[in-house]
T-cell receptor
Framework: LAKTTQPISMDSYEGQEVNITCSHN???????ITWYQQFPSQGPRFIIQGYKTKVTNEVASLFIPADRKSSTLSLPRVSLSDTAVYYC?????????????FGGGTRVLVKP | NAGVMQNPRHLVRRRGQEARLRCSPMKGHSHVYWYRQLPEEGLKFMVY????????ESGMPKERFSAEFPKEGPSILRIQQVVRGDSAAYFC??????????????FGSGTRLTVV
């Protein structure tokens, strides 16, 4: 499983865009990049998944360069409720049974 | 459509007692995964089960821990003779055979075990 590296923490203010970059130098051809969000006292929640280029949904955008050795999660116009830990995962989780490997995540604190 | 249901949400056990954690997967999901999260750390994989079968238990401690997913009823994670180091949040996730790219794995809200 590819190892990921992401910043330990980030501070932001309401209304700003937050970009979290994750490094995954050893990503394999079959690997997808998935981001989860975890609020205190809750389980992780799927945010977005991508393989290459750009993916956008109603919550976030995911930018993946051509070499796929990194990816950036972009949260537009954050609010206080976006304060959470964000995990970047890399793996072939299209098939059930893949063990999700969570690193330490990035703690995002959104300030008023 | 209820999500993954875990109970109890909080469980307090004295050292040496047994802890039983339950997980009901989402409707239509036949794959269950258990993860453990220590304070200020990421989740660590413990075990992957399908109905009546343990598929991968490579993350389970060799002693005192067991898991099952019977034909009927929820999946159970059982910890015998608990010790203080077992205090953690235990999360269950479920999935279909092939995960939907739009939803990934669905996690429950977890059971917080405190051993006193």
């Amino acid at each position: 499983l590819a190892k990921t590296t992401q910043p330990i923490s980030m501070d932001s203010y309401e209304g700003q865009e937050v970009n979290i970059t994750c490094s995954h130098n050893n990503i394999a051809t079959n690997d997808y990049i998935t981001w989860y969000q975890q609020f205190p006292s809750q389980g992780p929640r799927f945010i977005i998944q991508g393989y290459k280029t750009k993916v956008t949904n109603e919550v976030a955008s995911l930018f993946i360069p051509a070499d796929r050795k990194s990816s950036t999660l972009s949260l537009p116009r954050v609010s206080l409720s976006d304060t959470a830990v964000y995990y970047c995962l890399v793996g072939d989780d299209k098939a059930a049974g893949n063990k999700l490997t969570f690193g330490g995540g990035t703690r995002v604190l959104v300030k008023p | 459509n209820a999500g993954v249901m875990q109970n109890p949400r909080h469980l307090v056990r004295r050292r040496g007692q047994e802890a039983r954690l339950r997980c009901s997967p989402m409707k239509g999901h036949s794959h269950v995964y258990w993860y453990r999260q220590l304070p200020e750390e990421g989740l660590k994989f413990m075990v992957y089960l399908q109905k009546e079968n343990i598929i991968d238990e490579s993350g389970m401690p060799k002693e005192r821990f067991s898991a099952e997913f019977p034909k009927e009823g929820p999946s159970i994670l059982r910890i015998q003779q608990v010790v203080r180091g077992d205090s953690a949040a235990y999360f269950c996730a479920s999935s279909q055979t092939f995960t939907d790219a739009n939803y990934g794995y669905t996690f429950g809200s977890g059971t917080r075990l405190t051993v006193v």
